[in-house]
């Protein structure tokens, strides 16, 4: 049994962050549905920036696009929704199977809009209706705006992947927000089984420190944010809050451990992946880190509910001088600005491709 296999026997959905139109034409993405036991996909403006300016695959639908007027970012999400409606439609599957908790595909609102609320809700409700597919998730940031963002969406009914978390802090905050979404629908007796994720960045934490702590703390920090914030994740399932809600009919919100790919080029290119085994959880990777953990990867024993040694190793980087209440919001800040910056070179591209198609048309 292949390892990919194995963490999907354990409870944990192994998920692709990555998508290219290539790679839903040639099979590609079909065979890991098949063969690594992959049920589900995440996409970022860098992922399609990639994607469009790396070949040719979307020269005929931008050219037809920029012919009728449409703007870069209306180009832009157009593009998007063909490929998710594809993937989401070889999702199909796995979705009907699990009874709609698995098989999703995820498409970012812009980042431009993470500070304003009601343009977020607006085009979130925007995108869900024209991706028309269940199993497609809408991403909003989870910061302060993100979160009337979320409450606002989920309550309307659409499912939502949050995104640009980085802190136990910042997840129940998004948890909390998207059971407010759910109690609203409950109290109008609405459907209050509505998907979401709630998704934790791992990696960044370790980059952010590597220069500033011993080689025993280095690759250490992410991992133990992440077992205390499933720790969180156990407990707020446990609460009484959550029993009322799934009395009713409501589903888990599931956590999603997200930049999974190891940054240190000294450290294992499985170290995350092997970490966070974990029941009811979601591990998204791209295509390296998922291809080398099923080649070499080891699935040992799940995260303890209690969260293991979390605040012990915490604890060890508090007294090394760091912060992580002071860094955590500065990731997210940073997150953000980099998410800004993706969507800006993102769009300077697909004018240029559409200037570039033009002049050759």
Not at 170 to 183: D, P, S, T
Not at 219 to 238: P, Q
Request: proline fraction near 4%.
């Amino acid at each position: 049994m292949k390892p990919t296999e194995q963490l999907h026997e354990l409870g944990q959905s192994l998920w692709l962050d990555n998508i290219t139109r290539d790679m839903l034409s040639d099979g590609t993405l079909a065979r890991y549905i098949d063969e690594l036991s992959v049920t589900g996909l995440t996409s970022n403006p860098t992922i399609f920036d990639k994607a469009i300016t790396q070949g040719d695959a979307y020269d005929e639908q931008i050219s037809e696009l920029t012919e009728r007027g449409l703007s870069p970012e209306d180009i832009f999400f157009a593009v998007a929704i063909s490929d998710l409606q594809a993937a989401t439609d070889l999702f199909r599957p796995v979705h009907e199977r699990t009874d709609r908790v698995d098989g999703f595909c995820s498409l970012e609102v812009s980042p431009l809009l993470a500070d304003d609320a009601p343009a977020t809700i607006e085009q979130v409700r925007k995108l869900h209706d024209h991706g028309d597919r269940d199993n497609l998730f809408i991403k909003i940031p989870g910061t302060v705006a993100g979160l009337e963002a979320i409450e606002e969406s989920i309550y309307a009914g659409i499912a939502v992947n949050v995104t640009l978390l980085f802190s136990t802090d910042q997840y129940v905050a998004a948890a909390e927000a998207y059971m407010r979404g759910i109690e609203r629908r409950i109290s109008e007796n609405l459907d209050p089984a509505i998907a979401s994720v709630a998704s934790l960045f791992i990696s960044r934490w370790d980059v952010a420190v590597a220069d500033e702590v011993s080689d025993e703390l280095r690759n250490r920090l992410g991992i133990a944010v992440g077992k205390r914030t499933y720790r969180a994740y156990r407990e707020l399932l446990d609460s009484d809050r959550w029993q009322r809600l799934a009395d009713n009919g409501a589903r888990p919100q599931r956590l999603l451990f997200a930049s999974t790919g190891t940054k240190d080029p000294n450290a294992s290119d499985v170290l995350y992946v092997e970490a966070f085994a974990a029941p009811n959880t979601i591990n998204t990777m791209p295509d390296k880190t998922l291809l080398a953990f099923a080649d070499h990867g080891q699935v040992g024993d799940p995260i303890p509910p209690d969260g293991g040694d979390a605040d012990e190793v915490l604890s060890s980087f508090q007294s090394a001088g760091i912060d992580t209440d002071e860094l955590a919001a500065r990731l997210q800040r940073e997150g953000a600005e980099a998410f800004d910056k993706s969507w800006n070179d993102l769009l300077e591209s697909i004018e240029s491709e559409s200037r570039r198609l033009a002049a050759t048309g």
